[in-house]
């Protein structure tokens, strides 16, 4: 158990509709990170919160959106949702200590969006 | 571009045959690579961290190299229960993480 939490597990829903998807990061844990993974495709960054705000950003189509909380929870919006949007999201979390310090993610179990 | 290439795509080894995983990377000032284990449907479980090139790092079964173009993921007298896909990852720094496509591995008993 990495210690980081997300719900739903899973979310069946139709085209058109819009979704939100909720992580708890770890305890201590200021950035939030947010990938996409396809059927046979690697992690895609989408994006990276820091302390509640935005720090990073990666693949994100427009129709998606997150924030970060102050109580450090993010949720990850997507909406006009399309047949190809369904993947696992995972979200990640990493302390990010200062001085330029390489931090290690851990990941979330997922969410597995299928969109029908 | 920032890239990681992971090596072969699938394995298969019997219980017991070592092997190993490779990982190439081209990426701006390499600042951390970083192994993962994913078991299918869940998220990636953390592994290692490497920051520079001779450092190694070891697990049970499993051993981490770097060197400043490649990174391997060595598995030693494999166990059916290390089947899982093997991710790789690099970071410059910048807040940015680049992941590779993974390695499928199947230990068969």
């Known amino acids: 158990d990495s210690g980081v939490t997300q719900t739903p597990k899973h979310l069946i829903t139709a085209t058109g509709q819009r979704v939100t998807l909720r992580c708890s990061p770890r305890?201590?844990?200021?950035?939030v990170y947010w990938y996409q993974q396809s059927l046979d495709q690697g992690l895609q960054f989408l994006i990276q919160?820091?302390?509640?705000?935005?720090?990073a950003k990666g693949n994100i189509l427009e129709r998606f959106s997150a924030q970060q909380f102050p109580d450090l929870h993010s949720e990850l919006n997507l909406s006009s949702l399309e047949l190809g949007d369904s993947a696992l999201y995972f979200c990640?979390?990493?302390?990010?200590?200062?001085?330029?310090?390489?931090?290690?993610?851990?990941f979330g179990p997922g969410t597995r969006l299928t969109v029908l | 571009e920032d890239q990681v290439t992971q090596s072969p795509e699938a394995l298969r080894l019997q219980e017991g045959e070592s092997s190993s995983l490779n990982c190439s990377y081209t990426?701006?000032?390499?600042?951390?690579l970083f192994w993962y284990r994913q078991d299918p449907g869940k998220g990636p479980e953390f592994l290692f961290t490497?920051?520079?090139a001779g450092e190694e790092k070891e697990k049970e079964r499993l051993k981490a190299t770097l060197t400043k173009k490649e990174s391997f993921l060595h598995i030693t007298a494999p166990k059916p229960e290390d089947s899982a896909t093997y991710l790789c990852?690099?970071?410059?720094?910048?807040?940015?993480?680049?992941f590779g496509t993974g390695t499928r591995l199947k230990v068969l008993a």
């Open positions: 990852a690099v970071t410059p720094g910048t807040y940015k993480y680049i």
């Open positions: 990426v701006s000032g390499l600042r951390g």
């Open positions: 305890s201590g844990d200021l950035s």
């Open positions: 490497l920051y520079s």
């Open positions: 919160y820091y302390n509640g705000e935005e720090r």
């Open positions: 990640a979390s990493s302390v990010e200590a200062a001085g330029g310090f390489v931090d290690t993610q851990y």
